[in-house]
């Protein structure tokens, strides 16, 4: 099993709609969560963290946590064409130092 | 303010072949990553730099080897290149308090 898994998608929604993208991930002990935006030829670029559970919100992109259930979800609210791009989902597992271990990432494309 | 900088930016090699990829990072950070990614597998760590002067192996690093030059550069080198090589590969940097990782621009290596 992977520590980090994401649905690799790809995952439509139309412009103006709610993007959904969910992460889960093994390690009990694990402390902090990022998502990355990756557009097609480009490093990724961080766009959330969030280290507590709950809902941590920034502009369009709502980060939520839930630590029993080991999963880490991304809404992204009125999609713009815009936000196609590849989401990864990265969590630092217990005892890794600086390590963040990746999932391979969900393809997202906001149709016009 | 450059951030994460990475020579070259594309290269090809033929089988055996050696090179060094070069990164640099202008924001004091401390730890430094080599990444590879390739399509459907994410993000996978080589190896990385807790700080200047260690080197530790991540998830992939056969075949690679690093050089933490100062605080400021951290080398890949490939020995003897092999078309399971081929990828693109990624420099990241992260310091202080948080663990954000900020990425370089990226390398596109193919191995023929």
């Known amino acids: 099993q992977k520590e980090v898994e994401q649905n690799s998608g790809p995952l439509s929604v139309p412009e103006g709609a709610i993007a959904s993208l969910n992460c889960t991930y093994s390690d009990r002990g694990s402390q902090s969560f990022f998502w990355y935006r990756q557009y097609s030829g480009k490093s990724p670029e961080l766009i959330m963290f969030?280290?507590?559970?709950g809902d941590k919100e920034d502009g369009r992109f709502t980060a939520q946590l839930n630590k029993a259930s080991q999963y880490v979800s991304l809404l992204i609210r009125d999609s713009q064409p815009s936000d196609s791009a590849t989401y990864l989902c990265a969590v630092k597992t217990a005892g890794s130092a600086r390590q963040l271990t990746f999932g391979s990432g969900t393809q997202l494309t906001v149709l016009p | 303010n450059a951030g994460v900088t990475q020579t070259p930016k594309f290269q090809v090699l033929k089988t055996g072949q050696s090179m060094t990829l070069q990164c640099a990072q202008d924001?004091?950070?401390?730890?430094m990553y080599w990444y590879r990614q390739d399509p459907g597998m994410g993000l996978r760590l080589i190896y990385y730099?807790?700080?200047?002067?260690?080197?530790d192996k991540g998830e992939v690093p056969n075949g690679y080897n690093v050089s933490r030059l100062n605080k400021r550069e951290f080398s890949l080198r490939l020995e003897s290149a092999a078309p399971s090589q081929t990828s693109v590969y990624f420099c990241a940097s992260v310091g202080g308090g948080l663990y954000e990782q900020f990425f370089g621009p990226g390398t596109r290596l193919t191995v023929l």
């Open positions: 730099s807790a700080s200047e002067g260690t080197t």
């Open positions: 969030i280290y507590s559970n």
């Open positions: 924001m004091n950070h401390n730890s």
